[in-house]
């Protein structure tokens, strides 16, 4: 506990300082050296829940009311999220909308992934992970400016994050000016004692010190030089002129055309690109469908917050929070289950599982006396999945497949049944079964 203790202190500070990804490290550590912290659990959630991460955040304060039901303030919390049904549906709609960026990022569909994550900060704008995906997605497109502005954003919600300053580090590499940079240097054509200067394409040289003595022989050398400037520009200069505008005018000619031809090449390549987003669309909205049916992530996610909703409104009503977490398939999500998903479906199905189990045991089994098989192998296959230690149910879930005609399934339990009850007498019976069905076939 003194352990414990020191952990929740220096989350406490970090925290403070809005070290908030440090403040998780030191508050989880907290918790695992004694997970009747109330005090840690409940800070931990109150640093997801300034990091956005809603449903982390109500999962601890889930866990934290079931550990101390009076004087919590984890009611107050909670209370503050569900008794705004705007901001239910926010927490709802942000999720959906994460999801689908994930979704359009493994489909290489970027330009869609940052449309979703720049709806999903409008309506959660401390949401630290969508901050970061958009500037990845920023990086990617070579947006440094915008990826730095995300960054910061980041920075000014949890100062110490690891992957925020990893990424903030390589867009200020890439932005850093580059060092060594020559200025161009201009050079004075002068002589010591001259005065140079030039008259067409002739350079003309005169001494700086003139005397007036010689004025009638300078000004008779000063009008050859012009005449013999004027003959060099009229022969030599003005047709060189004229080439070089009428090589002007024909590179300016080539440009133009060479634009012309990028701009149809342009516009065949996005009638091909329409043509494709045309196809990626339709693709798209059968995805979109499954995504937001009976077993897609949006849907699960749904069915697991009304099952916590149910449950913080009557613990004791576990059949209706079994109702929403039986239309959530855990194993056919895979990798769409968050970690923070996975982790409030296993405490809810811990907090209720027992009761529940025992509840579909007796049903099941008086099921099973009367020999209704049928609607006696859905309720004992619900007490074995909340209670896998309860061989009895497993036992008779494999008599019922067997006397209801579906010798595979009964096969797969006797099976099973045999693995984790091995030696027992109905182990024994259940080897003696499986032969006399195999000896059938």
């Known amino acids: 506990m003194s352990i414990s203790n020191r952990f929740?202190?220096?989350?406490?500070?970090?925290?403070?300082?809005?070290?908030?990804?440090?403040?998780?490290?030191?508050?989880?550590?907290?918790?695992?050296?004694?997970?009747?912290?109330?005090?840690?659990?409940?800070?931990?959630?109150?640093?997801?829940?300034?990091?956005?991460?809603?449903?982390?955040?109500l999962g601890e304060w889930v866990i934290s009311k079931n550990l101390r039901p009076k004087k919590n303030i984890a009611d107050d919390y909670i209370d503050m999220i569900?008794?705004?049904?705007?901001?239910?549906?926010?927490?709802?709609?942000?999720?959906?909308?994460?999801?689908?960026?994930?979704?359009?990022?493994?489909?290489?569909?970027?330009?869609?992934?940052?449309?979703?994550?720049?709806?999903?900060?409008?309506?959660?704008?401390?949401?630290?992970?969508?901050?970061?995906?958009?500037a990845l997605l920023y990086i990617n497109g070579e947006e440094w400016d915008k990826a730095r502005k995300e960054l910061n954003k980041c920075i000014q919600i949890d100062t110490n994050n690891t992957m925020?300053?990893?990424?903030?580090?390589?867009?200020?590499?890439?932005l850093a000016p580059e060092e060594g940079a020559k200025a161009a240097s201009k050079k004075k054509s002068q002589t010591k004692d001259a005065v140079v200067y030039q008259s067409g394409n002739e350079t003309i040289i005169q001494p700086v010190n003139v005397k007036e003595s010689r004025g009638v022989s300078s000004l008779i050398n000063m009008g050859?030089?012009?005449?013999?400037?004027?003959?060099?520009?009229?022969?030599?200069?003005?047709?060189?002129?004229?080439?070089?505008?009428?090589?002007?005018?024909?590179?300016?000619?080539?440009?133009?055309?060479?634009?012309?031809?990028?701009?149809?090449?342009?516009?065949?390549?996005?009638?091909?690109?329409?043509?494709?987003?045309?196809?990626?669309?339709?693709?798209?909205?059968?995805?979109?469908?499954?995504?937001?049916?009976?077993?897609?992530?949006?849907?699960?996610?749904d069915q697991l917050l009304l099952a916590a909703g149910a449950y913080l409104q009557d613990a004791s009503d576990i059949m209706a929070v079994s109702g929403y977490l039986d239309d959530i398939d855990v194993e056919s999500l895979g990798d769409?289950?968050?970690?923070?998903?996975?982790?409030?479906y296993g405490t809810l199905t811990g907090l209720i599982g027992p009761e529940l189990a025992k509840t579909y045991y007796n049903d099941g089994y008086k099921d099973y006396q009367q020999e209704k098989y049928a609607s006696a192998i859905p309720k004992l296959a619900r007490a074995y999945q909340y209670d896998e230690t309860n061989g009895d149910a497993l036992f008779y879930l494999a008599n019922s497949y067997r006397k209801n005609g579906n010798e595979d399934k009964a096969k797969e339990a006797y099976t099973k049944f045999i693995e984790s009850f091995p030696g027992t007498e109905r182990a024994n019976r259940s080897k003696a079964y499986l032969a006399e069905m195999n000896n059938g076939d």
Do not use: W
């Not at 994460?98 to 290489?108: K, S």
């Not at 012309?260 to 043509?275: F, G, R």
């Not at 769409?336 to 409030?344: H, Q």
């Open 8 to 57: 929740y202190n220096d989350g406490l500070e970090k925290a403070g300082v809005r070290d908030l990804s440090g403040a998780i490290i030191s508050l989880r550590q907290s918790l695992k050296f004694n997970k009747h912290n109330i005090e840690a659990r409940n800070l931990l959630g109150l640093v997801y829940f300034e990091m956005g991460e809603v449903v982390s955040a």
């Open 82 to 134: 569900q008794s705004n049904q705007a901001r239910l549906d926010s927490i709802n709609q942000t999720i959906k909308k994460y999801n689908q960026a994930l979704v359009y990022c493994r489909q290489n569909s970027l330009d869609l992934a940052t449309i979703q994550l720049k709806k999903v900060l409008s309506l959660n704008p401390k949401l630290v992970k969508a901050h970061q995906l958009l």
């Open 164 to 174: 925020t300053l990893r990424y903030l580090k390589e867009v200020e590499h890439m």
């Open 224 to 301: 050859i030089g012009i005449i013999i400037g004027i003959a060099i520009a009229g022969f030599l200069i003005l047709p060189a002129r004229i080439q070089s505008a009428k090589a002007t005018v024909n590179d300016e000619l080539r440009v133009v055309s060479e634009q012309l031809d990028a701009k149809t090449a342009t516009i065949d390549e996005m009638e091909q690109q329409v043509s494709t987003l045309t196809e990626e669309n339709a693709k798209l909205k059968g995805d979109l469908e499954g995504y937001i049916g009976t077993d897609g992530a949006l849907q699960a996610t």
């Open 336 to 344: 769409a289950a968050s970690e923070a998903f996975t982790g409030l």
